[in-house]
């Protein structure tokens, strides 16, 4: 590897063991097995199209549709707007639906939902393509009061959590974690 990477590592392993975890992995599979429950009643009968937001919404469209026992389509738009930033900023619509959302109910699954900016847009863009019924999962909603809209919330929320930034569960920290099955803060953020 070369110093620059080993260094990297170095720091990361650093960040994760300075880390509090706010979250614990069987805390996070309950709130899927809860999340998945509601979905199926909503949208069990609909033929749902599942939009899983990326990078941060892979980990919970994969935990929310393998607990989804009936027939549905999945498919992913990419927007994002913090980057590796720990603040948002303009939303930039890297890859928009390639299908078509006429007359289809859509569920978006993202990881989190915090000001909200990056949901509200993608839904408002869902319901602007004819979508018959929109709706959202995220896995968590960080309590705060910055939402883009006073009471924004998704229709199918995991957990609610403190209003620290958040790695773990799709969500990274400058780029890394992702991959974590509990949900962590970092040391002093
Ligand atoms: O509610 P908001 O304040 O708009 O923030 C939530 C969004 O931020 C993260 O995405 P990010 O822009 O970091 O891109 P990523 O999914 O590639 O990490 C996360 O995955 C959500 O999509
Ligand atoms: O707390 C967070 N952590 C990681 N990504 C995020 N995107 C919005 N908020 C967060």
């Not at 300075?18 to 949208?43: G, N, Y």
């Not at 009471?151 to 995991?158: I, W």
Request: aromatic share 10%; glycine share 6%.
């Amino acid at each position: 590897m070369t110093e620059e990477l080993t260094l990297a590592l170095k720091k990361a392993q650093q960040i994760l063991a300075d880390a509090d975890c706010l979250i614990t992995e069987e805390q996070i599979s309950a709130a899927f097995d809860r999340m998945a429950e509601d979905v199926t009643a909503e949208l069990g009968e609909r033929l749902p199209l599942i939009f899983s937001v990326m990078n941060g919404g892979l980990f919970a469209t994969s935990e929310l549709v393998k607990r989804l026992k009936f027939p549905l389509e999945m498919d992913y738009m990419h927007a994002t707007r913090y980057r590796m930033e720990t603040k948002g900023g303009e939303l930039d619509w890297r890859v928009s639906p390639q299908v078509s959302l006429k007359d289809r109910y859509v569920l978006v699954v993202d990881d989190i939902l915090d000001e909200g900016a990056t949901l509200a847009a993608i839904m408002e863009f869902c319901r602007a393509q004819g979508a018959a019924g929109v709706y959202s999962a995220v896995l968590v909603d960080k309590k705060h009061d910055r939402k883009a809209f006073p009471d924004l919330k998704a229709s199918f929320t995991g957990l609610e959590v403190e209003d620290r930034f958040l790695f773990g569960c799709g969500m990274d920290f400058q780029g890394y974690f992702r991959n974590l099955p509990a949900i962590y803060a970092p040391q002093g953020l």
